[in-house]
């Protein structure tokens, strides 16, 4: 480890995945979570995959959502809790992600990691909000609120440097300016201790943190409060 905190660290990309919209749920929602693989080479810009789709770009996607990545080990957890979503876990990417390793998790990723995958150049801007589009996905009415509680929510990108990718390439770290915070540290202190007022004043300052979350963070420290978590994980009743 170096003094930035650099560690060796490099993990093949399983697959990739990319979506068009399609109806979601009973009112048929515009979605692009049901994706599919595509071997590649796969071209990245600033907003992610070409050819890949979200149904609220107002919540998804975007510069500071481009590429969304989830940790296949968790399918395993998963099927063991809930046997019912073996089904649906059988045909990945069920969380409606691009990108897919073995070996990578919110305990080993950190705010502000930066990656090189083939000629794109990723750096992490947050863990994934879970929202109500996963109780449509798998037809669980408290999806949402699992993946938040499980700390399993898969995390994005923002992209520093276009270009191409293709799956088996590697995801190789090269810069890790923020060891101190591990994606499940985040995670812990929005949703388990919310109002750790030293923690949150330390997060609102990484410049690496995404601008939404920095003014997530710096409400609770200007209110004193947790902002309402309902209508993201269930949806408007």
């Known amino acids: 480890m170096d003094s930035r905190g650099n560690v060796e660290l490099r993990v093949a990309i399983d697959l990739l995945y990319a979506g068009a919209l399609s109806p979601l749920g009973p009112r048929g929602v515009p979605s692009g979570i049901r994706k599919r693989a595509v071997s590649g080479p796969w071209q990245v810009t600033r907003t ?12 998804h996607g ?3 959502k481009a590429l969304h990545h989830y940790a296949r080990e968790h399918y395993a957890s998963w099927r063991e809790e809930d046997p019912g979503l073996t089904d649906l876990l059988e045909l990945p990417p069920a969380f409606g992600e691009n990108l897919s390793t073995i070996g990578l998790t919110e305990e080993d990723v950190c705010l502000g990691d930066t990656y090189a995958l083939g000629e794109v150049l990723l750096q992490v801007s947050q863990a994934r909000q879970p929202c109500w589009r996963l109780k449509l996905r798998f037809e669980r009415g408290d999806m949402a609120l699992r993946v938040q509680s499980s700390g399993r929510t898969g995390w994005y990108y923002r992209v520093l440097r276009e270009g191409w990718i293709a799956a088996g390439s590697e995801l190789v770290l090269v810069d890790r300016p923020r060891p101190e915070w591990p994606l499940a540290r985040v995670l812990e202190l929005l949703y388990r201790r919310p109002l750790e007022r030293a ?6 300052e990484v410049p690496e943190l995404t601008p939404s979350w920095r003014a997530l963070v710096t409400r609770r420290l200007e209110t004193g409060r947790v902002e309402r978590w309902d209508e993201r994980l269930y949806g408007r009743s």
């Open 48 to 59: 992610g995959l070409v050819g890949d789709r979200q149904g609220d770009t107002r919540h």
């Open 199 to 204: 923690a949150l004043a330390e997060l609102a």
């Open 62 to 64: 975007g510069p500071e």
